[in-house]
């Protein structure tokens, strides 16, 4: 099972939505609901929404630092998980910087690795800047995303969603509606 952490105030469920829709046609997700957790029959995903972070092990975890990340959360020892930060939060930036090189940033900058290349009501084509590693240590090389919705959402939610989407399948996805 890959784990998804996700690190920030445990009120800011926005992120966890997103990136749930988004795998859910490709995975099998067990994730927080408000009536607790639900958790499919051998679910190839898990995402834990947390507050702080003493130590994670497993190499084919994903850390997704959310937009509200602050002081307050706690960030310990990630060893090579691979992080996702919002480029425009420079205190998710530095304290993801002093525990690992391996991250992936996304914003609104050409210098973020993932960005968009346009955003409308409907649609958006994310572009990758720079070649990852996926969990499965396959290269995915820049390229650009298309995706569909019928709601908007939330910029670096989007964003941080379709990262962790190419860090997790064993293949590269260009295109996805959700």
Do not use: W
Not at 54 to 77: A, P
Request: hydrophobic share 40%; with cysteine; charged share 15%.
């Amino acid at each position: 099972m890959i784990n998804i952490f996700l690190l920030g105030p445990l009120g800011d469920k926005r992120i966890s939505n997103t990136v749930r829709k988004i795998l859910l046609p490709y995975f099998s997700v067990a994730f927080d609901s408000f009536g607790g957790v639900v958790f499919p029959d051998s679910p190839e995903i898990q995402l834990i929404n947390c507050g702080h972070i003493s130590t994670i092990f497993d190499k084919k975890s994903i850390l997704i630092l959310k937009e509200s990340f602050s002081s307050r959360n706690k960030l310990g020892n990630i060893g090579s998980t691979t992080a996702i930060i919002p480029e425009e939060n420079s205190f998710a930036l530095s304290a993801v910087k002093t525990k690992t090189s391996n991250f992936i940033t996304c914003g609104l900058s050409s210098s973020a690795a993932l960005g968009f290349s346009s955003f409308t009501s409907e649609s958006a084509v994310i572009s990758l800047q720079s070649k990852l590693t996926n969990i499965f240590g396959n290269h995915v090389f820049p390229c650009d995303i298309s995706v569909k919705y019928s709601n908007p959402p939330e910029r670096f939610s989007l964003l941080a969603a379709c990262a962790a989407l190419l860090l997790t399948v064993d293949r590269p996805v260009y295109s996805f509606t959700f």
